[in-house]
């Protein structure tokens, strides 16, 4: 059920059918404390009849278990409107959780409705072969690049692949620690005349 007490300035969240439910249980809550005293009244005179049977008082004990009789015609009444009163408390309690699938249902086909305008069939249409396209020309570069590839490049590739899948660190060739050699002296660079005459005449 709603809230009873609102805010000022609120609607308020009591419907009519949560009035309706309360007004039952409330009604057949008196029926059972009615039931309740009327069940022990009923023991009370069965008691007070056999008193009176024991008193010799036949007819006042008639008279009370006629009285009994009535009483316990009464207390099945009561049992039976308990009874149309809860079937209904439940009714109305089912009927509003029927309502409340309804509007969801509801939202989710007007929600439904927004997305299929946003994206018709034709759209949906273009994006799937978009897609596909891209697939397609995605596959022509793979087939390029791979056909580029040597037979040792494959090879190459798929052991790093291979170690990188084992967590493993891929092996590179060893850097040579031996020094270079000495580049010959016909390969350096010649001088310019000018500073090999300057060096002869120097030497004179």
Known sequence: MGNVFTRKGRPSRVTEQDRAILQLKQQRDKLRQYQKKLTLQLEKERLLARQLLK?????????LLKKKRYQDQLLDKTETQIGNIERMVQDLE??????????????GNDCLKKMHEVLSIEEVERIMEETHEAVEYQKQIDE???????????EAVLAE?????????????????????AVPSAEKEKEPPEIKQDREMLAA
């Open 55 to 63: 008193d010799g008082k036949k007819e006042r004990a008639l008279l």
């Open 94 to 107: 089912f009927a509003q959780i029927e309502i409340k699938v309804l509007e969801g249902l509801k939202v």
């Open 144 to 154: 390029i690049l791979v056909g580029s590839l040597t037979q040792e490049d494959e």
């Open 161 to 181: 692949l291979e170690a990188i899948t084992q967590g493993e660190d891929v092996s590179l060739p060893e850097v040579p620690t031996e020094p270079l050699p």
